[in-house]
Each structure stands twice: as structure tokens, then as C-alpha cells.
T-cell receptor, first 113, second 113 residues
Framework: KNEVEQSPQNLTAQEGEFITINCSYS?????LHWLQQHPGGGIVSLFM???GKKKHGRLIATINIQEKHSSLHITASHPRDSAVYIC???????????????FGKGTKLTVNP | NAGVTQTPKFQVLKTGQSMTLQCAQD?????MSWYRQDPGMGLRLIHY???????DQGEVPNGYNVSRSTTEDFPLRLLSAAPSQTSVYFC????????????FGPGTRLLVL
């Protein structure tokens, strides 16, 4: 079982819709990251969370440490939001002491005009 | 700042050839890492470095070598390329592994025939 699970795998929405992407993880973590990968391949960091909620423009990220769950919301979605959204966690205890992020497989979002 | 740069953008190799993927950052980040991204899988850590002269293995290190002689540069060497190493390779850097914003390079697409 993957340590980080994202749902849905694929999501198609109409412009203007409210979008929610979910991330569940099975290990204790010190931080959770949301990343965006554009169709051209570039990866951009959106948020880094350790508790609560963060907002940047139309993007909102929340995390519930007790439930080991995070959500990424996009309000008033737009075709330019079409991308793969990736959740990654920083485990509290990493095997062998390695400093690493563990990544989900990503959610592919398509927003149609 | 140029951020994180990677060269080449695309490379075709024959089985058994060796090559070096270049990665450089100008943000004075101590932590640098190499990931590979394959279809249907999340980003997987190959090697990482927490500072000049210090490197360690990630999740999938076999067939790859790294060195970190300066803070800025973190090259990834393929010793004897195999078709299983066909992938997209991303270099990333940050001030603190996992606890700070991760900055990614644009990626190198590698095809091994």
C-alpha cells in the first residue's frame, strides 16, 4: 500500500466549478506539500503545510493531522488550472535516517471552458 | 536568480552508454535531490545531498552516482545506461529537506534504446 494516496486520479470539471483534490497518508508527518505539474512538465510548489489551512489566490489547502488527510481546493476553476496536482509528505521518521519526501501519484485535473 | 537549472532537456542514449545529467542552483540551498518520474508512479528519490561533500542514497539509487563538490552543483551520473532508466529526471533544491518550499528544475527527458 502506498504511504500517500490521492483521489481522484483524474478529474474533469467545467470552468467556474469548485474543485477538491484529496490526499491521505498512513505515516506520521512533519510537513505536507502540494505541488502543481504543468502540461509542459515543470513542477511548482504551491503550499507547504504542517497544520491548519493556507490560502493563495483561488487555491486553499487544508490539513487534518489527526485524520492524516489533506485537501486542495480550487475556487472558480479556470482552464489554466489544468495540471497534475501532487501531494507529498515529509515522514517524521524516515528509514535509515534519510531526509526524503514521499509522493502521491498525482491527480490529473482538466478544466474545460 | 535562475533558480534550478538542468541540462540537457532531452537525451537519447544507447544501452551501455554513460552520461551525466547536470543540475545547478543559485539560491544557496544546502539540500539538493534527484528524482525520477515514470508513468503511473509518483516521483521517486534517487540520491540527495544535505550539503557540499555529503550525499546519500534515496529510494532507487542503483545505476546512478552523484557527487556534491560545491553548494551550487549536483550532477547525476548514469554509469551504464539501461532501458529501465528511460524516464524524466527532476532535480530539486531547498533550504531544508521537506520543511521548506521545494524548487524544481525543468526536467531532463531521457530515452535509453
Amino acid at each position: 500500500k502506498n504511504e500517500v494516496e490521492q483521489s481522484p486520479q483524474n478529474l474533469t470539471a467545467q470552468e467556474g466549478e469548485f474543485i477538491t483534490i484529496n490526499c491521505s497518508y498512513s505515516v506520521g508527518i512533519s510537513a505536507l506539500h502540494w505541488l502543481q505539474q504543468h502540461p509542459g512538465g515543470g513542477i511548482v510548489s504551491l503550499f507547504m503545510l504542517s497544520s491548519g489551512k493556507k490560502k493563495h489566490g483561488r487555491l486553499i489547502a487544508t490539513i487534518n493531522i489527526q485524520e492524516k488527510h489533506s485537501s486542495l481546493h480550487i475556487t472558480a476553476s479556470h482552464p489554466r488550472d489544468s495540471a497534475v496536482y501532487i501531494c507529498a509528505v515529509k515522514p517524521t521518521f524516515s528509514q535509515g535516517g534519510s531526509e526524503k519526501l514521499v509522493f502521491g501519484k498525482g491527480t490529473k485535473l482538466t478544466v474545460n471552458p | 536568480n535562475a533558480g534550478v537549472t538542468q541540462t540537457p532537456k532531452f537525451q537519447v542514449l544507447k544501452t551501455g552508454q554513460s552520461m551525466t545529467l547536470q543540475c545547478a542552483q543559485d539560491m544557496n540551498h544546502e539540500y539538493m535531490s534527484w528524482y525520477r518520474q515514470d508513468p503511473g508512479m509518483g516521483l521517486r528519490l534517487i540520491h540527495y545531498s544535505v550539503g557540499a561533500g555529503i550525499t546519500d542514497q534515496g529510494e532507487v539509487p542503483n545505476g546512478y552516482n552523484v557527487s556534491r563538490s560545491t553548494t551550487e552543483d549536483f550532477p547525476l551520473r548514469l554509469l551504464s545506461a539501461a532501458p529501465s532508466q528511460t524516464s524524466v529526471y527532476f532535480c530539486a533544491s531547498s533550504y531544508n529537506p521537506g520543511q521548506e518550499t521545494q524548487y524544481f528544475g525543468p526536467g531532463t527527458r531521457l530515452l535509453v534504446l
